[in-house]
């Protein structure tokens, strides 16, 4: 069996006695002498454990080279995350601006409609067509009432008109289905700035000179945009019923229907404006 074992090189052999030998003469020093035992240890502090270092220091760093590297890639990640986050907060921040100042749009018309609803007025309809070729209708509230000229008129669904002339004890409002009628508006989905102008012939509004590229279209809700005060600012006025875009000119044309039939009312809303 040992011929099979060192017949490739008898210098492993000898080697192996050697070794063998260390080992017998060490077990005899440690029973025979108990201070060999610093002579190994002398041996193992100066001889083997620099020999193992050195054996072990190559692995070592490349271990923490590989490691140093992971941990550079994943700090450069965390960094480009880091900047996303930050970019992604500072739109959110912008957004958060215009969220701010859209509230602060909407209560300053809340206190508007506010101020413009607390002394609300409900009137009868007491004649139809008071004011010669136009779409008007006489209400039974005059100065006895504060009524005042320019004061908006509206029903439960939505705009109806606007006081155009007081009495004492009546006044006449101009609706605007009328054709001389013009109300600024929106839409409300969009929040574009339109005019509004009144259709006499079949009680419809339109808008006229509407940009070819608008955004309107069919069922949007149109209300008043409370442009220089003529009308309390969010009221319900319509819905877009057709859209017709010409083809080859600059403006397209919508009609809307009004939320409020004049004919088919007994009592209107009246409140007064802020002017």
Do not use: C, W
């Not at 041996?43 to 590297?69: G, M, R, W």
């Not at 930050?86 to 859209?102: A, G, S």
Request: charged share 25%; net charge positive; hydrophobic share 40%.
């Amino acid at each position: 069996m040992s011929s099979s074992l060192f017949k490739h090189s008898v210098t492993n052999f000898y080697l192996l006695l050697f070794f063998i030998g260390l080992s017998i003469s060490s077990i005899v020093l440690d029973i025979k002498y108990s201070n060999s035992n610093y002579i190994r240890i002398i041996i193992n502090d100066f001889l083997i454990t620099p020999i193992q270092y050195l054996a072990s220091t190559p692995s070592t760093f490349f271990s923490k080279f590989v490691e140093e590297k992971k941990t550079i890639e994943e700090l450069r990640q965390k960094i480009e995350n880091l900047e996303k986050q930050n970019t992604v907060m500072k739109i959110n921040l912008q957004r958060i601006d215009v969220l701010e100042n859209e509230v602060s749009r909407l209560r300053s018309i809340k206190r508007q409609i506010d101020n413009s609803l607390k002394n609300i007025k409900i009137a009868q309809i007491t004649q139809k067509d008071v004011i010669p070729n136009k779409r008007s209708v006489q209400i039974n509230v005059g100065s006895n009432y504060k009524t005042k000229v320019g004061q908006t008129v509206m029903g439960v669904n939505g705009l109806l008109g606007q006081v155009v002339e007081v009495n004492v004890y009546t006044s006449k409002v101009l609706l605007i289905t009328d054709n001389d009628s013009n109300v600024p508006a929106k839409i409300a989905r969009t929040g574009q700035q339109i005019i509004i102008k009144g259709r006499s012939q079949d009680n419809l509004l339109e808008v006229s000179f509407l940009p070819n590229d608008s955004e309107i279209q069919s069922g949007d809700l149109i209300i008043t945009s409370g442009q220089a005060k003529r009308f309390i600012p969010s009221l319900k006025i319509g819905r877009v019923v057709e859209v017709i875009r010409n083809e080859g000119e600059r403006f397209s044309q919508a009609i809307i229907k009004p939320l409020e039939d004049a004919d088919k009312v007994s009592e209107v809303i009246l409140s007064a404006d802020e002017r």
